[in-house]
């Protein structure tokens, strides 16, 4: 088990006997100044796409699955968010994330911070509304069909619907039969909703982004969470450091300063040698 597992289930558990403490079942919640031990196992780095294999990986998924990905790497939101998304939860530079649903069980976001609205660029709210234009053309037997993307655009509506019925997507069916065979084509086996997700707050790390500001934007509750994946990341101005060096280091590129220091260190040896021939 985890070392963020069994700190969820610590949290859970003491919210349980503060309950008790307060309706009078316990006159002290055991768990309070509890400390867990230090995980002492390394910590393997959280898998990523880059912005580049992310648009290859768009144009090998149809509709409306790509734009699912789509919105999932640029909004950070995850799946079970994604596929709870409704229209009236769409807005002119943001989205609002109010429940969530999971293979046929719908309920309230993960965290009391994940229930938030968070900024989305105009591009992605256009791409959203592409939807309600678009339509698919799937084969039944020996006839084809078409579907409209979107069925109905009314405020309780979904906006990714199963393109037959309407009704809620399968987050592993969208994942095995769209998202895994279009990402394996590419070289990138790993690549699956919680990758999407991260990769989100990658690249607003490497673009430059604050801790805080990414812990908002991924409605993380705890902010190790988020330096968690800052960690991972190589600082530009660490790289700035290795780079010069390796220019120091290089052959050829020695700065002047040490090649005047080794001329002299050699005209005094060679100074020595012939103070000892002459000695001799």
Known sequence: MSHPTISKIRDVLSSILRAAVDVEYLNKNPMEGLRLPLDKRARRPKPTITPEQFQKLV???????????????????RVSELIGLKWRCIHHDSITIEERFCRGDWSVPKTDASAATIGVEPHVIARILLLKTLTVNIRAGRARR????????????LVFQSV???????????LKRHLQPAARKLGLPFVNWRCLRTSHATWMVQAGADPKSVQGQMRHSRISTTMDIYAQIVPTSQRRALQKLSAFASVGSV?????????EEKNVENDSRSKTFQIQ
Do not use: R
């Open 59 to 77: 144009q090998f998924v149809s509709e409306p699955y790509a734009t699912m990905i789509f919105v999932a790497v640029w909004t950070g939101l």
């Open 255 to 263: 700065p002047a300063a040490l090649q005047t220091a080794g001329a």
């Open 146 to 157: 078409t579907y409209k993307l979107v069925k109905s655009d009314k405020p309780d509506a």
């Open 164 to 174: 037959q019925d309407g009704q809620p997507m399968n987050d592993q069916n969208v």
